[in-house]
């Protein structure tokens, strides 16, 4: 995709999804009650499913900083002692990082020296950001969540590194699987990186990766979706438009304001979802209470 073109797509991007200049929610505008109601008699069975991956604390070639885990407390004393005590834990993370599963705040997101709707990136401090933050979805996201699986699509375990999902990609998948996206949706894009991870061991995902392919982003707007979710990073490596490192996260989060949920897992979701032969399901998004981070880890729960 040429730079032109890419540019040309942004600016068609933002001006369809223009809420005001006060907006600060984005697409989750189009998440409305009426459409979390619906979304509730997406439940069937009760069942819950998580869609967040385990967290890593081991090195990688894809987590070169990985999440750190260390226990604080006392040392626990024989099993005979009377006392009391208490275990006590540290844990910290590098949030956008290629392995975790997190959501991107609307502040994750600076291109031509702004935020999404045109807030300044000097929002943005060493001290945290003051706009446009996680604190934005303080409440959660509780919507209709569906799950399109290209890989199914295709015929293959996984897609691979490098290669793109294109609108017509997901237009022929709703079709395969019965199902139809619309406003107010979580869209959930399965690549099999999270297979092909533990199947095939981990690679540097910083620089080989599967994703949506820019134009893709077209199905989202048209769409009306909420919020958009991969088992991969949504993004493709290498990029697809020379300059712009990231072109699906541009599109979607600064043009359009929509939260990205990256390295989610869904191995556990989608033979279920094959099983029963629906797509569909109750999706709650709950992130930490961070008020001036750009992202959060996340467990979103798939609700059957």
Do not use: K
């Amino acid at each position: 995709m040429t730079p032109e073109a890419f540019r040309a797509l942004y600016e068609r991007l933002r001006e369809q999804a223009r809420q005001g200049p006060q907006d600060r929610r984005g697409t989750l505008n189009h998440l409305t009650p009426a459409r979390v109601v619906a979304a509730v008699r997406e439940v069937t069975t009760g069942r819950t499913i998580s869609l967040a991956a385990q967290v890593d604390t081991s090195p990688g070639p894809d987590n070169p900083d990985p999440a750190a885990h260390r226990m604080t407390g006392a040392e626990p004393r024989d099993s005979g002692h009377g006392g009391l005590d208490f275990a006590l834990d540290r844990f910290a993370m590098n949030v956008h990082g290629d392995v975790d599963s997190h959501l991107d705040a609307l502040c994750h997101v600076m291109y031509d020296g702004a935020l999404y709707n045109g807030i300044p990136a000097s929002s943005v401090t060493p001290d945290g950001a003051t706009a446009l933050t996680v604190d934005v979805v303080r409440d959660g996201i509780v919507g209709r969540g569906v799950l399109l699986d290209i890989p199914r699509l295709r015929g293959v375990p996984w897609l691979e590194p490098g290669d793109h999902v294109t609108a017509d990609d997901l237009a022929a998948a709703e079709t395969a699987q019965g199902v139809r996206v619309g406003a107010g949706d979580l869209l959930l894009v399965r690549v099999g990186h999270r297979r092909r991870r533990r199947e095939s061991g981990a690679w540097n995902a910083a620089e080989a990766r599967a994703g949506l392919h820019p134009e893709a982003v077209g199905f989202l707007a048209d769409r009306q979706v909420a919020v958009l979710g991969s088992d991969g990073n949504n993004d493709t490596a290498p990029s697809a438009v020379e300059g712009v490192a990231f072109p699906v996260h541009v599109l979607t989060i600064h043009a359009m304001g929509m939260h990205l949920m990256d390295y989610l897992q869904f191995e556990e979701l989608a033979p279920v979802c094959e099983r029963e032969s629906r797509w569909s399901f109750l999706c709650v998004v709950a992130p930490l209470r961070l008020p001036a981070a750009t992202g959060s880890p996340v467990n979103p729960i798939a609700v059957l």
